[in-house]
């Protein structure tokens, strides 16, 4: 059985009550039972139960992260009873977006309450698809008639917008949807990523990479929409051209496993299909690492800007220069740096510069 578990999120207006229609004819058409979680902030406010009628926020949001987390136990259980070869599990909103709503030292206890990390919260969900409010590039849409919980003047609703990408920000798979179209243009733009990441027909990967000066990390860190992630990558014995690796990726001494294999279709597209590990496989799979290939180490900041989603990787090798990794819907698409991030050159079509090839071996600086 073929499960995913997909996130939409975004500010206020953005569209995603629309896009759940676009998402159920969609998908269906293709043969996929879809199952939708509701918003669960919306349906606690709407019967009474908020911010504002709870003893304190951090009271209101344990209530909203436990039933969130119920919720979507109960859905992926019922799935998995589901005599159907595809199904796709669509949150409106997930269990990150709650963290835009609360300081951190709240975050925190939410955290111990639950007995969970923010790492397992963000990676249990495949995907999240960030749709970005109508009062960022399209505020004559902008409206509060169409929920009854939304409240949020569209200066609000922009900042709100902001906190929520940044909760979200250092997903392996998180892709930004914003208003540079009309509405039904930025509808088709949300099942043509989620398409792609699906592989249907084909899980196609665009990306561009470029060599750039050592970034200032100081100022990385200090930025709420930037999330350091740390990697180790190990390469497995293939019988032909297909790349095979396991990965450990996670901060703060949490971490999710995968299995992924990649194989190349032109400079910049590359067919990839990806599988969740425990940490007992993981183990179990390093036994077949290939012995020409050392494991690859490195720290990944995961940057959310010019609605591009970045991935910065730091190598402990390298003192002088980094490299800026991000992927794109079309290689037509243009490519707009980060503040502060001085390029050396664009290295996509340099397999020298592939992490495959650093595994074998490690190139000198400039």
Not at 9 to 34: D, E, H, L
Not at 310 to 324: F, G, H, M, N, T
Request: some cysteine; aromatic content about 8%.
């Amino acid at each position: 059985m073929n499960i995913h578990k997909i996130v939409i999120t975004g500010g206020p207006c953005a569209g995603k009550t629309t896009a759940m229609s676009w998402i159920q004819n969609a998908f269906t058409k293709r043969g996929y039972r879809v199952l939708f979680v509701p918003e669960t902030a919306t349906e606690l406010i709407t019967g009474g139960v908020a911010p504002w009628t709870c003893g304190t926020n951090l009271d209101y949001q344990k209530c909203q992260m436990r039933l969130q987390l119920e919720k979507e136990a109960i859905f992926e259980q019922a799935a998995a009873t589901m005599d159907v070869p595809k199904i796709l599990i669509v949150c409106d909103r997930g269990a990150l977006d709650n963290k835009a709503y609360m300081t951190d030292e709240e975050f925190a206890q939410v955290m111990d309450h639950l007995g969970t990390n923010e790492v397992a919260l963000r990676d249990t969900y495949d995907a999240v698809f960030h749709l970005t409010t109508a009062a960022k590039g399209a505020l004559e849409a902008y409206t509060l008639s169409n929920n009854a919980a939304r409240t949020e003047s569209p200066e609000q609703a922009a900042a709100l917008d902001d906190r929520l990408l940044a909760s979200w920000t250092g997903h392996p798979h998180l892709r930004i949807i914003d208003n540079s179209t009309d509405f039904e243009g930025k509808l088709e733009r949300v099942i043509a990523e989620i398409l792609s990441f699906l592989g249907e027909p084909e899980p196609f990967e665009i990306e561009r990479k470029y060599l750039i000066r050592y970034p200032d990390l100081a100022r990385l860190e200090s930025l709420p929409n930037c999330e350091k992630v740390d990697i180790v990558q190990i390469y497995l014995r293939s019988d032909d051209d297909t790349q095979i690796r396991i990965r450990k990726r996670g901060s703060n001494g949490h971490y999710i496993y995968y299995r992924s294999e990649k194989r190349r279709v032109t400079a910049m597209r590359r067919i990839e299909v990806e599988d969740r590990l425990s940490e007992d496989e993981f183990q179990k799979l390093q036994a077949n690492a290939d012995p020409t290939a050392r494991p690859i180490r490195k720290t990944r900041y995961c940057l959310s800007e010019n609605n591009l989603y970045y991935e910065i990787d730091i190598y402990p090798e390298w003192s002088r220069q980094a490299v800026l990794e991000l992927e794109l819907r079309s290689e037509a698409d243009e490519v707009v740096f980060p503040k502060g991030i001085e390029v050396i050159r664009e290295v996509t079509g340099d397999d020298r510069y592939k992490n495959y090839s650093l595994a074998h071996h490690m190139l000198d600086e400039m």
